[in-house]
Structure formats: structure tokens, C-alpha cells
């Protein structure tokens, strides 16, 4: 019974031998841009498995997540990185394992031959599912020529150092042909260089390759800053009077001055900044990577129902229509209790409303519906936007262009409702008079995603414990938001007792969070603080825990502390 040993050995060496494959194909990413293939098939399984299995599967991870005490806004990138990478492993080992098996009794060339195809095989369905799911901007034969004879080589190198791991020393002598060369190598000596080379070529192609994306990186930060519709090139374009002449100047972007600096409520230490740094703003994208969109030749297409379809550049965007900016608290709608899936910043756009205006929908008209660079779609009904003017279509984020990781270069905003609602790296808008579930709605989340109000504790701060008359107060702080209901009232428990009411700061504005505190006279021992907020109109927040899916997480958050 050989077979069985061989084939642990053939799933070994294949997974072996993918580490380099991984280093050289991330390499060829950065280097020029050819598909990383992992990440493809990663967003590719994520796209074709049944809503529901792709949600149960987030869910575990998030859980896994906050299980180990990791901030999920970030480490589910990271893991979902990780899950894609270790993926192509599996399927690595299982194609040596495969290898091995289907050439235990073949000749030399016959198995040679055999690994060849099955790593072109490989390849070739490797690269169809890049180029379906990156629409790559390097072409497609290329792709397919590069994924299909890398995956060949390797496939041939498995089959190669399994024959050289495996022969035994004696028949070498009458095999002698085609690897004479290498015959006084001994076996451990072979296992060594291997190991050597596989660890070399991994370290040295992901090394190089992340040097790459850190310069990357670093270019396209400053290219988006000079893109044109920036201040810089609207200086440049007035001096020229043939085009100053018809064209206006693309306004600035507007920053707002923060409108509660003096608030007389300040908020506690350790409450979390009421303004998100854009580079703190949590991230959720139905894809591993950002999706990148050349500025400089997209225009956001509009059609369907309309009386004047429009295709409009960003500098048009800017030009045409009468900038607005917002202070907005976004939420992702899978997020839990207390999740750190919410942001606030600074969003600067246009109403829809003044795109309706231009592009004049048909009577029959109902829906915008929208289409976006990652595949991502979402439904607007047209009396959502006539009916509310803050709709907006926005290029900036804190005064400045949209990062590409943040929708680059346009996303809507849409008030009171959850991330889920609100497409990003838009690339057209078709008027419609069919519905079409969006995205999330496909997959089982709520259809309109209202925001429900919640309020988190952030800190009990029993650092900052403070005395006034002989009596001892610790300050105990943090958010409630109800999207664009806004928050009239917070109240705090301590171990079940009454509901008190909780100092709240004015906020950024109607539309985003708001910071409470709550002073708590000092008892010591342990504690269980909770938290409970009510809308503007006086509606309080659910106080039952329905779960995140499919509407929203609702319940109290509660927090112990102990003195
Ligand atoms: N095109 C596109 N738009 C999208 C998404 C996406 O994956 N693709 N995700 C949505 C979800 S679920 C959320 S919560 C927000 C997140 O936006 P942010 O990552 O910029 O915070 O974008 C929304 N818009
Ligand atoms: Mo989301």
C-alpha cells in the first residue's frame, strides 16, 4: 500500500509549492496589475453562494471576530484577506493530491503531460472567474495566456518534486535520462533546496510586491488630490478665455465649521471622537479589494424613462449643480449592539432632486435604479427622493474627493437608512418603472433598512472620578443614533434600578449621532450600567434584542464595570 503515502506526500508538495504561486501572482498584481487570484475567487464564491449561506458565513466571522475581542471594521477585511489566501491553499494540496494520485502508475512524460493539463485546466477556470469578476483593465487574453501558463508551471513542478521526492535512490541508476543532471542529489538534500527555493520565491515576490502596493498606495493618495475637478485644475482652465468663457469654474469643496464647538455638554474621555477621521470611517464592501474607477474617464451615466438621458463627468457634477454638504452618521445594518460598523464625517454632494429636474423622468417612471463599478445594485424610489431634498449624490468626504476605498467617485446618501441602501463607485443610473431588490435585499436583508435607534456606552471612566460637595461622581459617556429621527432623550441604569436621564451634547447635526454623559454618583463594588434612547418624536428605542439580520440590531447595551 503505497498509494496512500503518495498521496499525502502529492497534497503536501502541491500545498507547498502554492505558497510561491500566491507570492508571484500577488506580485504580478502590483507589478502590472494582472488579477490577484485568490481575492477573485474569494469575491467570486461570495457572489454565487445563496444569500443566506453568505450571510451565515459573515456572521461566524463576525462572531469569531468578537470572540477574540478584535474591532471587526477592520480584522474582517483582514480575515476575509486571510479566508481568500487560505482557500487557494486547500485547493492547492487537493490538485497535488490529485496529481500524484492520477500519475502513480504513469511514465515519465505521461505524468509530466498530465500535470501540465491539469495546471492549465486550473488556469484557464482561474482566469474566467478574474476577468468575470474584475472586469480587469489589463485584456483578457492576456489573463488567460499569464493564469494558464503560470498554473502550468506549477502544476509541472508538483509533479516534478513528487518524482524526485518519491523515487527510491536505487532505481535512479536505471532511470537515468532526462534528470541525469541532478542524480548525485540525495533526497534530503533535494527536500532542502526545495524548501529553500519555495521559501525564497514566497518571501522575495510577496516582499516586492508589497513594497509595490505601499508606492501604489502612496501614487494614487496624490492622484486623487489632483484629479481633475480639484481647485487646481479650475485655476488651470481659467486661463484659457475660450474655455472660461462657457464653462463655470468647478466650485471648491466646502468645509463645514463643526456647529456644536462651544456645546456646554463635553464629552467623557474614552468616548469615541464625534467626528470619524475619513481613515477611521469603518469599511464594508461586497469585495476583498476597493474598487478604482478612473476619474478622469468616468461620467456617471443616466437613462431610461427619462426625457434627457445625461452623461455627466465629475467636474460636470460639480459645475452643474448646486453643492450641498451634511454632517452624516453612516451604519452598517449587520452590525450588533455597540458594533463598531458606524461613522460619522462630512458628506458634500448634490440633491438628487436637481438631477430629476434636468434629466425629466416620464410619468411611468418609479425607480432609480443604480449600478456600480463592483457589481452592487440598489433600488431608489423616485417619491422617496421628490419627497426629501437631502438625497444626495455625493463626491466628498470631509471636504475632499471620495477615497477609492469610500466610493470614489460617487455614492448617494440617503437619511434614515442603513449602509445596505446606499451604493458607492456609482456608475450609472438607469429610471425605471421595475423594482429590482437590491444587493443586500437579494440576500435576505430588510428591504427598506430604516435606521433603528440605539445607544451605546462607550466608557465608564473610573479614572476620572471626581468629588463635589462630599459626594463622588463617575462620568460615564457615549452615542445614540437614530438616523435622521433624531435623539431627544437618553437614560442610564445602574444594576436595574430607575432610568435616569442622561446630559446630551448638541449634535454635528439632525442626521448624525449623538454624545451623551451621564454622571453617576459613586457606589463601590461592580456595576452593570445600561443605556435606552427615544426619537425626536419620543418613540423609544427597541428594547428587545431582535438580532442584526434581517432589520437592524436592536436591545439594550449594557456594561460592567467595578470599582
Ligand atoms: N458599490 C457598493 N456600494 C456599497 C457597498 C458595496 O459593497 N458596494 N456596501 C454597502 C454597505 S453594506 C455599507 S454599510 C456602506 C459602507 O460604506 P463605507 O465602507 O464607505 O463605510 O456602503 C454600501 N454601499
Ligand atoms: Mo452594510
Not at 503560470?150 to 509541472?156: I, S
Not at 508589497?210 to 501614487?219: D, F, G, T, V
Request: glycine share 10%; aromatic share 8%; net charge negative.
Amino acid at each position: 500500500m503505497k498509494n496512500p503515502g503518495k498521496i499525502g506526500i502529492g497534497i503536501a508538495i502541491g500545498g507547498l509549492l502554492t505558497a510561491p504561486l500566491l507570492g508571484v501572482l500577488y506580485l504580478a498584481s502590483e507589478l502590472v496589475g494582472l488579477p490577484f487570484a485568490p481575492y477573485d475567487l474569494f469575491d467570486w464564491i461570495t457572489r454565487v453562494l445563496p444569500g443566506p449561506v453568505v450571510t451565515f458565513g459573515i456572521d461566524v466571522m463576525i462572531d469569531a471576530l468578537r470572540l477574540f475581542g478584535l474591532g471587526i471594521s477592520e480584522t474582517a477585511k483582514i480575515a476575509e484577506r486571510a479566508i481568500a489566501v487560505l482557500q487557494v491553499l486547500i485547493v492547492g494540496s487537493a490538485v497535488g493530491g490529485v496529481i500524484s494520485w492520477i500519475t502513480r502508475n504513469s511514465s515519465r512524460r505521461q505524468a509530466l503531460s498530465v500535470s501540465a493539463g491539469i495546471g492549465a485546466v486550473v488556469g484557464t477556470t482561474v482566469s474566467i472567474v478574474s476577468i468575470y469578476i474584475e472586469g480587469s483593465s489589463v485584456s483578457p487574453v492576456l489573463v488567460i495566456l499569464w493564469l494558464t501558463g503560470l498554473f502550468m508551471v506549477w502544476g509541472v513542478a508538483i509533479e516534478f518534486v513528487q518524482f524526485r521526492f518519491s523515487r527510491d535512490v536505487e532505481a535512479i541508476a536505471h532511470e537515468a535520462d532526462t534528470t541525469s543532471h541532478s542524480m548525485g542529489i540525495g533526497r534530503r538534500d533535494f527536500v532542502v533546496k526545495v524548501g529553500a527555493s519555495v521559501a525564497v520565491l514566497t518571501v522575495a515576490s510577496t516582499g516586492i510586491g508589497s513594497l509595490l502596493a505601499q508606492a501604489a498606495r502612496r501614487e494614487l493618495d496624490t492622484g486623487v488630490k489632483t484629479a481633475p475637478g480639484t481647485p487646481s485644475s479650475t485655476a488651470g482652465s481659467t486661463t484659457d478665455p475660450a474655455v472660461s468663457a462657457v464653462e463655470k469654474p468647478v466650485p471648491a469643496i466646502e468645509r463645514l465649521a463643526f456647529p456644536n464647538a462651544n456645546a456646554p455638554v463635553i464629552p467623557v474621555s474614552g468616548t469615541r471622537p464625534e467626528y470619524t477621521a475619513v481613515k477611521d470611517h469603518y469599511q464594508v464592501s461586497i469585495r476583498t479589494r476597493p474598487t478604482v474607477i478612473d476619474g478622469s474617464t468616468w461620467a456617471l451615466a443616466v437613462s431610461g424613462l427619462v426625457a434627457n438621458p445625461v452623461s455627466l463627468s465629475l467636474d460636470d457634477l460639480r459645475r452643474d449643480f448646486e453643492p450641498r454638504s451634511e454632517f452624516v452618521t453612516l451604519s452598517c445594518i449587520s452590525g450588533r449592539i455597540a458594533s463598531s460598523l458606524i461613522s460619522t464625517t462630512q458628506w458634500t454632494g448634490f440633491s438628487v432632486q436637481d438631477l430629476l429636474e434636468r434629466i425629466q423622468p416620464n410619468e411611468n417612471a418609479r425607480y432609480l435604479d443604480f449600478t456600480c463599478g463592483d457589481g452592487f445594485h440598489e433600488v431608489v424610489d423616485l417619491n422617496l427622493v421628490r419627497n426629501d431634498e437631502r438625497i444626495m449624490l455625493c463626491y466628498a468626504w470631509n471636504g475632499e474627493l471620495l477615497t477609492i476605498e469610500h466610493g470614489f467617485p460617487l455614492r448617494i446618501w440617503i437619511p434614515d437608512r442603513y449602509g445596505m441602501k446606499q451604493p458607492r463607485w456609482i456608475e450609472s443610473i438607469e429610471v425605471t418603472d421595475k423594482y429590482r431588490e437590491g444587493y443586500w435585499v437579494q440576500r435576505g436583508w430588510d428591504e427598506v433598512a430604516r435606521v433603528e435607534p440605539t445607544s451605546v456606552i462607550d466608557t465608564v471612566d473610573g479614572d476620572s472620578i471626581y468629588e463635589v460637595d462630599g459626594q463622588s461622581f463617575v462620568p460615564v459617556g457615549g452615542i445614540a443614533f437614530a438616523g435622521a429621527k433624531e435623539v431627544s432623550k437618553v437614560e442610564v441604569r445602574v444594576d436595574g434600578g430607575p432610568w435616569q436621564a442622561a446630559e446630551l451634547r448638541s449634535p454635528l447635526s439632525e442626521t448624525t449621532w449623538v454624545v451623551w454623559r451621564y454622571d453617576w454618583p459613586f457606589e463601590s463594588g461592580n456595576h452593570i450600567f445600561e443605556v435606552r434612547c427615544a426619537t425626536g418624536s419620543g418613540v423609544p428605542q427597541a428594547e428587545d434584542d431582535r438580532g442584526n439580520r434581517p432589520s437592524g440590531a436592536t436591545g439594550i447595551h449594557s456594561k460592567r464595570a467595578g470599582f
